[in-house]
């Protein structure tokens, strides 16, 4: 296995364009999460997956952003009408939810740097 | 709700010295404790954790953090940096309702001088 994959590792944009980024988990990991990290901060959670499902969603995540996990494997996070203030680094996590917490380790890709001009 | 303070921003020793990194954090109940390192341009890389049990963890490249109920600490330590640890640091808790969502400090860059 070789960890979680994030696509692509940057993109940069213009003001008001759509950007779209994908993560493929850890093969047997039934939990994703997006998170995004600007400069000199630490990362912020924006929304988790148990599977195919949409759990929960960070008061961050704004009405232009939506991320899909359609099969409860790979996952998408879209931005539409993107602003310069989404700027960042967005990085995607994967955890096995076995029912024993120490399985429910997130295992972080390499992350999607995001520049909007 | 829940929070993670790390209160340098960043640090500088000597390579060959002793390290410490602070962490405080706030939490309603037994915290879950994790410290990550991220290297430049990369994702984050977990070094230790803390569920429950002996209050003194080891992780992995010769890093241990001690949990402090009292003091609402989990600093992290190791005995001898390497110029290879140069890196950023965070400490961060889980919040094992919500899907074990991560809640990170805003970290703290270590500098290592020959």
């Known amino acids: 296995d070789t960890g979680v994959s994030q696509n692509p590792r940057h993109k940069i944009t213009k003001r008001g364009q759509n950007v779209t980024f994908r993560c493929d988990p850890i093969s047997e990991h039934n939990r994703l999460y997006w998170y995004r990290q600007t400069l000199g901060q630490g990362p912020e959670f924006l929304t988790y997956f148990q599977n195919e499902a949409q759990l929960e969603k960070s008061r961050l995540l704004s009405d232009r952003f939506s991320a899909e996990r359609p099969k409860g494997s790979f996952s998408t996070l879209e931005i539409q009408r993107t602003e310069q203030g989404d700027s960042a680094m967005y990085l995607c996590?994967?955890?096995?939810?076995?029912?024993?917490?120490?399985?429910?380790?997130?295992?972080f890709g390499a992350g999607t740097r995001l520049s909007v001009l | 709700a829940q929070s993670v303070t790390q209160p340098d921003i960043h640090i500088t020793v000597s390579e060959g010295a002793s390290l410490e990194l602070r962490c405080n954090y706030s939490y309603g109940a037994t915290p879950y404790l994790f410290w990550y390192v991220q290297s430049p341009g990369q994702g984050l890389q977990l070094l230790l954790k803390?569920?429950?049990?002996?209050?003194l963890v080891q992780g992995i490249k010769g890093f241990e953090a001690e949990f402090k109920r009292s003091q609402s600490s989990f600093n992290l330590r190791k005995p001898s940096v390497h110029w290879s640890d140069a890196a950023e640091y965070f400490c961060a808790v889980g919040a094992p309702t919500g899907g074990f969502k991560t809640i990170f400090g805003a970290g703290t860059r270590l500098f290592v001088k020959a």
């Open positions: 996590a994967s955890s096995l939810d076995s029912g024993r917490l120490s399985k429910n380790i997130q295992y």
């Open positions: 803390y569920f429950s049990g002996d209050t």
